[in-house]
């Protein structure tokens, strides 16, 4: 090869390798899943179908209502997000076949709104596996909070802070000396179990009689036996909202006195529709203002969005959950990264109008707040004490 073949070479190169730095500095400075020019994709597996629907639904429908605000308003930081929603039917293994679709199909960037503890248990592995957030799940479940998982973020209080509320009211302001426990016999079941355990134990007491159902089903009738000839001063229910129903129904036609009580994963909403008459006196833990109170920021702007949606405390759930996931996304910046994302989370300190969420590296918990209600007149009314 004579001079002049070999400086044209070298020309050739240095222009290809220029072309090659200019074309890099023109490409998105991203390369995460879930993030393109345009938009941010987030995941959503829960109950679309069967007896805990209505939870998945509502919650769905809070979290599309802020949504739809914020892309109105044009996106965050230039960048509208993409809700890409899975039926899970409140079945574990549906929920990590949903899980696995969503981060190595659908390439989310997160995951968001799943609802449920047993759900969570399967899909939780395989999100952190993949590192990729697992956001706000409709379940008060302590294994979702202790240890700290980096990937793993919550919003609501947990089911040891609601049941503490509730055996400290019972005992306190009904002098109950019986608590008995009705529960689902899975892992929802047990977390509720553990919180109630928690605390009686603190007051040097013991759980009177335990009964419990299969998940998705209605088989309520061998465990209402045992509890009613356990004769106790209240019942602490761990479940959905149907087979609570029917519970609450049955109690009432064989003449059992005690006070019912369930935390708010019951879905109040969808309780009290199923309970009819026969919902009246039933007491529910909630973890979100009411949806009804109009005088709070959050609460007015959420009613106002819904727009003839369903208005109620997990529709607000889900509102206030998006709400949190922007805040954290405007946080993270205009490249963002899934590290970038949970480094703006722990950092996060935020007053959604009436519902302050913090987070830190140490505690990935973002509020505590517990609000009891009781059913009078069909709707659900925040009291202070029994």
Not at 186 to 211: C, P, Y
Not at 254 to 263: L, P, S, W
Not at 342 to 352: K, N, P, R, Y
Not at 358 to 379: C, E, I, N, Y
Request: proline share 4%.
């Amino acid at each position: 090869m004579n001079s002049i073949d070999m400086q044209s070479r070298r020309n050739f190169l240095r222009l290809s390798a220029t072309a090659l730095l200019v074309g890099s500095a023109l490409l998105p400075a991203y390369a995460e899943d879930g993030v393109a020019d345009k938009e941010i994709r987030i995941g959503m597996a829960n109950a679309l179908s069967g007896p805990a629907s209505g939870l998945g639904i509502n919650l769905k429908a809070g979290a599309e209502a802020y949504i739809a605000r914020v892309n109105a308003a044009g996106g965050v930081h230039g960048r509208k997000l993409v809700l890409v929603s899975l039926d899970d039917g409140y079945e574990p293994e549906r929920s990590a076949a949903a899980t696995k679709k969503l981060i190595e199909q659908d390439k989310v960037f997160a995951l968001f709104g799943y609802v449920g503890t047993p759900t969570s248990s399967a899909a939780v592995p395989l999100a952190s596996r993949a590192s990729v957030p697992y956001l706000f799940p409709f379940t008060g479940a302590e294994f979702l909070r202790n240890p700290v998982n980096k990937w793993v973020f919550n919003v609501r209080a947990s089911y040891f802070d609601e049941t503490e509320t509730m055996v400290e009211r019972l005992t306190k302001d009904a002098a109950a000396k019986k608590i008995a426990l009705f529960i689902q016999d899975d892992a929802f079941g047990e977390a509720g179990k553990a919180g109630i355990n928690r605390a009686l134990h603190k007051r040097g007491m013991k759980v009177a009689e335990e009964a419990r159902y299969k998940r998705n089903t209605m088989e309520i009738d061998e465990g209402l036996a045992k509890i009613k000839a356990a004769a106790p001063d209240a019942v602490v229910f761990v479940g959905t909202y149907k087979p609570f129903a029917a519970i609450v129904k049955k109690a009432r036609a064989e003449g059992i006195k005690a006070r019912f009580m369930t935390v708010s994963f019951i879905g109040t909403a969808d309780f009290i529709s199923e309970a009819g008459a026969d919902g009246e006196g039933v007491y529910i833990t909630q973890v979100m203002p009411s949806p009804d109170s109009a005088g709070v920021p959050l609460v007015k702007q959420f009613q106002q969005d819904m727009r003839g949606g369903p208005v109620n405390y997990s529709s607000l759930e889900g509102y206030a959950n998006a709400a949190v996931l922007v805040e954290a996304l405007k946080k993270t910046g205009a490249n963002p990264s899934r590290s970038g994302f949970v480094g703006a989370l722990e950092g996060l300190s935020t007053d959604l109008g009436g519902l302050k969420v913090a987070f830190s590296p140490s505690s990935h918990q973002g509020a505590r707040d517990v609000f009891l209600t009781v059913v009078r007149g069909g709707k659900a009314v925040q009291v202070d004490k029994l």
